[in-house]
């Protein structure tokens, strides 16, 4: 079966633009994740969404960082008027809800903010 | 808040050698831990979990985690590695901290193993 499926794999954009990046998650997977991967960083949580719940956005490190879940399975991340601290690769994640449950990543997006 | 601590950010080996790969994390009521691997521009893929039960827990392709409550440590061992093992690994921890309900990770920062032939 299809895995998470992240668009675009690479984005290069100027800094101040704003970037949007997509997420696919695993069918039948009610939870989603957004993390952060940098050099300086680490591997970052930024956001979680449950079914119709209310997400958790504790780990957006600005208000120019938004994210949406459409129809309880594609997701959106928005950063806008992106700054050359934003360079990372963004992965997205998807499981059945609880604490137990393994989490299914994709490939990610690299984005470059020149 | 929980962090995890992965001792070795590098670990070089020659091939066939055994290995382990230290993965401490700081206390908790109850935790779940996670060992997962990542190839050169690839997202993470699951390598074996501990939920509960045994604390040896073992994976498909050789490699084996024990969780050791007291020492609070789930260090990854795999007697004879591959050149193709060769990536980096990334111990995570999910915990509840906080009265969360879902699995928001913590991760370690990583070690990459380099098997050379």
């Known amino acids: 079966g299809a895995g998470v499926s992240q668009s675009p794999s690479n984005k290069v954009t100027e800094k101040g633009k704003d970037v949007e990046l997509r997420c696919d998650p695993i069918?039948?997977?009610?939870?989603l994740y957004w993390y952060r991967q940098s050099l300086g960083q680490g591997l970052e949580f930024l956001i979680y969404f449950q079914g119709n719940s209310a997400p958790d956005k504790s780990g957006l490190p600005s208000d120019r960082f938004s994210a949406e879940r459409t129809g309880g399975s594609v997701s959106t991340l928005t950063i806008q008027r992106t700054q050359q601290e934003d360079s990372a690769v963004y992965l997205c994640?998807?499981?059945?809800?609880?604490?137990?449950?393994?989490?299914?990543f994709g490939d990610g997006t690299r984005l470059s903010i020149l | 808040a929980q962090s995890v601590t992965q001792l070795d950010s590098q670990v070089p080996v020659f091939e066939e050698a055994p290995v382990e790969l230290r993965c401490n994390y700081s206390s908790s009521v109850s935790v779940y831990l996670f060992w997962y691997v990542q190839y050169p521009n690839q997202g993470l893929q699951l390598l074996l979990k501990?939920?509960?039960?045994?604390?040896l827990v073992e994976s498909i392709n050789g490699f084996e985690a024990e969780f050791n409550k007291s020492q609070t440590s789930f260090h990854l061992r795999k007697p004879s590695v591959h050149i193709s093992d060769t990536a980096e690994y990334f111990c995570a921890v999910s915990d509840g901290a906080g009265g969360t309900s879902y699995g928001k990770l913590t991760f370690g920062q990583g070690t990459i193993l380099t098997v050379h032939p």
């Open positions: 994640a998807s499981s059945f809800p609880g604490l137990a449950q393994p989490q299914h």
């Open positions: 501990y939920l509960s039960g045994s604390t």
């Open positions: 069918s039948g997977h009610t939870a």
